[in-house]
């Protein structure tokens, strides 16, 4: 099983409830796609990350999927060796193409195997491990969180992007349908995501005090910060795309649990000849904040 998750809804905009079922190499592209257009975000939180651990010598992206993240953290720490771990070889194969094109392959591997214990292989200690919404998928994330303080070298960061708010893309009355479609796409989408997490092997349910958590595993100076995303109608056609694709991708897998009135309304959105849709209406945006919880590993004696 593969956990990647380079993108930003909230809390959940990739969750992958049916993770057998997956062909990421056919996933990648939107994957790519959609970690590309929040770059700045990342570029922002790595930046921030800099005046916590200014010159690690190995960072680590726990769950990178195709790489984009990883190369993001490669620009930000130009005297770093950068490890992309995933378990999924074809978007491990995309993220060395991606590191070949910037550049950077002669600094930059790949690591693939299940989390966290693939972390195991690392030659050496991490001084900085990204892990963006990797951990969720993992039955017992404090036993994962320890497993992940374990690798950090003395004084090491650990990085956490889990949680945020939701993304929202529209006027919650959009002219037609019910007003207030994304609250309920939204209500959905939280309870998949408790119903993904009871799924999963040996599964442990833990309040999500993220910095607590941090520090219950020994790691010290626990604090969080939240980035907002915003980009304003009217969206270039890249951004128009990723909002269609991720409703396109809400359809596909999760319009089942919406009401005849709501998944109308989605259909009309998604209908391509239709002014009043996602391809032609002047409305669309895209607003979302991600947070990062970070922590550090004791200097040592």
């Given amino acids: ?145 320890a497993a992940f303080a374990e690798r950090l070298a003395p004084g090491g960061t650990l990085a956490l992007l889990e949680g945020g708010l939701p993304a929202r893309y529209l006027p919650r009355d959009i002219g037609f349908g019910r007003p207030g479609l994304q609250d309920r796409m939204s209500a959905v989408e939280a309870e998949r995501f408790a119903a993904m997490r009871a799924e999963l092997p040996g599964a442990v349910e833990v309040t999500e005090d993220w910095p607590g958590l941090l520090t219950g595993v020994g790691l010290r100076g626990a604090t969080s910060r939240t980035f907002l995303f915003d980009l304003p109608a009217p969206l270039p056609d890249e951004a128009r795309a990723f909002v269609v694709g991720m409703f396109q991708h809400y359809r596909d897998r999760m319009g089942e649990h919406l009401d005849a009135t709501d998944l109308a309304t989605v259909d009309r959105l998604l209908d391509p000849d239709d002014k009043a849709g996602l391809h032609h209406r002047p409305d669309v945006f895209v607003l979302t904040a991600h947070t990062i919880h970070v922590a550090e590993a004791e200097l040592g004696n």
Avoid at 32 to 41: V, W
Avoid at 47 to 63: F, N
Avoid at 102 to 120: C, K, Y
């Fill in 1 to 145: 099983m593969g956990h990647h998750h380079e993108h930003g809804n909230g809390h959940h905009h990739e969750h992958h409830h049916d993770h057998a079922d997956i062909d990421w190499s056919v996933m990648a592209p939107r994957l790519e796609a959609e970690a590309e257009l929040f770059s700045p975000l990342y570029a922002r939180a790595a930046a921030w990350l800099s005046k916590r651990q200014p010159h690690p010598g190995l960072v680590v992206d726990a769950g990178s999927g195709p790489g984009v993240v990883a190369c993001v953290l490669a620009e930000a720490f130009p005297g770093a060796r950068v490890v992309a771990a995933d378990g999924s070889g074809p978007l491990l194969e995309r993220a060395r193409a991606r590191a070949e094109g910037l550049g950077i392959a002669d600094r930059f591997s790949t690591l693939e195997g299940d989390l966290p214990g693939a972390l195991g292989d690392l030659d050496y200690p991490v001084d900085l491990l990204w892990a963006s919404r990797s951990l969720h998928h993992l039955g017992d994330q404090r036993a994962a969180l």
